[in-house]
C-alpha cells in the first residue's frame, strides 16, 4: 500500500465549477501536511499547508481530518489557470525534512 | 532573490554511461534534498543534505547513485553506470530549515533519459 494516496483523475471540469481532491495516508506519525500544484514539466510549487483546523486562501480550502487520516482540497469558482497536477504531500515526524508525495491528480478545467 | 537551479535540464545517455547532475540551492538555505520521479510513479525522496554533511540517504536506491555537496554549498548526484531504470525527472530543492514547518523550494529538475 502507497503511503500517501490520490485518485489520479483526470478531472476534467467547466470554467467555474467546484471541484474537490481527496487523499488519504498510512502513516499515524505523520507530522504535516501540504497541498502542491505542478504544471505540465514543471517543478512542484507550494501552495497550502493543510492545518488540523483547516485553513482557506481565497477560492481554495483545505481540511484534515487525522482520525481518519484524509486530507481534502476544495477549489471553488474553477479559473482556466487552476489546471494543473495537484499533489498531497506529507511529512513524517522525527523524518527531518523529507517528503511523501501522493501521486498526484490532474485537473484539467474548460471554458 | 534566485530560486534553485539544475543542471542539465536535459541528458539522454547510453546505458552504461556516467552522469553527473548539479543543484545551486537558494542562497542561505543548508538543506538541500534530491527527489525523483520516474514515468507513471510518484515523485520520490532521495536524500537530504543539511550543509555538506548527508542528513538521511534512505531513498538512494543503490550504490551506483552518489551525492555529494562539498562546502555545503551546490551539490552533485552521479550515476555510474546508469541503467534504463534510471530514467526520469531528477529535483532538488532547498529549505532554510528541516522539519516541516519549513517550506521546500524546488529547481525545474534534471529530464534524464537512459537509452
Known amino acids: 500500500r502507497k503511503e500517501v494516496e490520490q485518485d489520479p483523475g483526470p478531472f476534467n471540469v467547466p470554467e467555474g465549477a467546484t471541484v474537490a481532491f481527496n487523499c488519504t495516508y498510512s502513516?499515524?506519525?505523520?507530522?504535516?501536511f501540504f497541498w502542491y500544484r505542478q504544471d505540465c514539466r514543471k517543478e512542484p510549487k507550494l501552495l497550502m499547508s493543510?492545518?488540523?483546523s483547516g485553513n482557506e486562501d481565497g477560492r481554495f480550502t483545505a481540511q484534515l481530518n487525522r482520525a481518519s487520516q484524509y486530507i481534502s482540497l476544495l477549489i471553488r469558482d474553477s479559473k482556466l489557470s487552476d489546471s494543473a497536477t495537484y499533489l498531497c504531500?506529507?511529512?513524517?515526524?522525527?523524518?527531518?525534512?523529507?517528503?511523501?508525495f501522493g501521486q498526484g491528480t490532474e485537473l484539467s478545467v474548460k471554458p | 532573490e534566485a530560486g534553485v537551479t539544475q543542471f542539465p535540464s536535459h541528458s539522454v545517455i547510453e546505458k552504461g554511461q556516467t552522469v553527473t547532475l548539479r543543484c545551486d540551492p537558494i542562497?542561505?538555505?543548508?538543506?538541500l534534498y534530491w527527489y525523483r520521479r520516474v514515468m507513471g510513479k510518484e515523485i520520490k525522496f532521495l536524500l537530504h543534505?543539511?550543509?555538506?554533511?548527508?542528513?538521511?540517504e534512505s531513498g538512494m536506491p543503490n550504490n551506483r547513485f552518489l551525492a555529494e555537496r562539498t562546502g555545503g554549498t551546490y551539490s552533485t548526484l552521479k550515476v555510474q553506470p546508469a541503467e534504463l531504470e534510471d530514467s526520469g525527472v531528477y529535483f532538488c530543492?532547498?529549505?532554510?530549515?528541516?522539519?516541516?514547518?519549513?517550506?521546500?523550494?524546488f529547481g525545474p529538475g534534471t529530464r534524464l533519459t537512459v537509452t
Open positions: 493543510v492545518y488540523s
Open positions: 502513516n499515524s506519525a505523520s507530522q504535516s
Open positions: 543534505f543539511v550543509k555538506e554533511s548527508k542528513q538521511d
Open positions: 530543492a532547498s529549505s532554510q530549515g528541516s522539519g516541516g514547518a519549513y517550506e521546500q523550494y
Open positions: 542562497s542561505g538555505h543548508d538543506n
Open positions: 504531500v506529507v511529512n513524517f515526524y522525527n523524518q527531518g525534512g523529507k517528503l511523501i
